[in-house]
């Protein structure tokens, strides 16, 4: 019984994330809660675990459930990208016309976003290095190259630390970092930023992302994963992370 009820909660998970991407219909989730309450409960003319019969088609379920949890976390995996990848555009393009525009009244010296000169670089051109470094730790991010956009982020913040992009810099170095699956140091980075940057916009994300790396870190951290999903929905409750914390909290049933 104790392996049907953590199938139950297998497919409520699944369905969650089915909501999320798309990727699996319904009615295959619901065909899949039917065939686990018949084996729960003995009903429906499915034998229970104890039987033969019970045990080979609780094999099938889970075979099948591996099969759509897998699908679905590369689905879930593909539309964080897009999110996330729509946001930086923006912000990089807000970026590039504050340098051009700050270049052509200074005339030479390129400004950081508290109005003191770059560190230690001045000319036109610094907008478009800074801009280049970070495109290309990006990229790395973006190619599923764990260590060197740990290696270009790191570079990058110490190169540029009062940047326009310190802050995302900062957040997909943790990103990197859950990426290699060194959860951990996952969890510090994505505290730093939410402590450098209480009111930049990915405050809200860092502290989710925490939550979710301390999740991978098995059961025993999961009163530590509640508690930082309750911070984005006190802190930053009309964020669209704030929604996706209520949903981590009723799995969890700290909701």
């Not at 104890?50 to 459930?65: M, P, Q, Y």
């Not at 996330?84 to 005339?107: F, I, Y």
């Not at 000169?117 to 190619?143: I, K, M, Q, T």
């Amino acid at each position: 019984m104790k392996c049907v009820r953590t199938m139950r909660a297998a497919v409520a998970a699944c369905a969650l994330l089915a909501c999320l991407s798309g990727c699996v219909t319904v009615a295959e989730f619901r065909k899949l809660e039917r065939d686990v309450r018949d084996l729960e409960h003995g009903g429906g003319g499915v034998a229970t675990s104890s039987g033969r019969g019970g045990g080979t088609r609780l094999a099938d379920l889970a075979v099948r459930l591996d099969g759509l949890e897998r699908e679905m976390e590369a689905q879930r995996g593909r539309l964080e990208v897009v999110e996330h990848q729509s946001l930086e555009a923006l912000q990089e393009a807000r970026a590039a016309r504050r340098a051009a525009e700050s270049s052509l009244s200074t005339g030479a010296t390129a400004r950081t976003p508290g109005g003191g000169p770059g560190r230690g670089e001045s000319g036109p051109d610094v907008g478009a290095d800074e801009l280049e470094a970070y495109r290309n730790a990006r990229s790395a991010w973006s190619d599923g190259q764990a260590e060197t956009c740990i290696d270009r982020f790191r570079n990058f913040l110490q190169t540029y630390p009062s940047s326009t992009f310190a802050e995302n810099a900062s957040y997909w170095m943790a990103d990197c970092y859950f990426m290699r699956g060194d959860y951990k140091t996952a969890i510090l980075r994505f505290d730093d930023v939410v402590k450098d940057y209480p009111k930049g916009e990915r405050a809200p994300d860092a502290l989710y992302r925490q939550g979710e790396a301390l999740l991978k870190l098995g059961p025993r951290y999961g009163k530590a994963a509640g508690k930082a999903f309750e911070r984005v929905v006190d802190e930053y409750p009309r964020s669209a992370r704030g929604v996706e914390a209520r949903k981590q909290l009723e799995l969890l049933g700290s909701g």
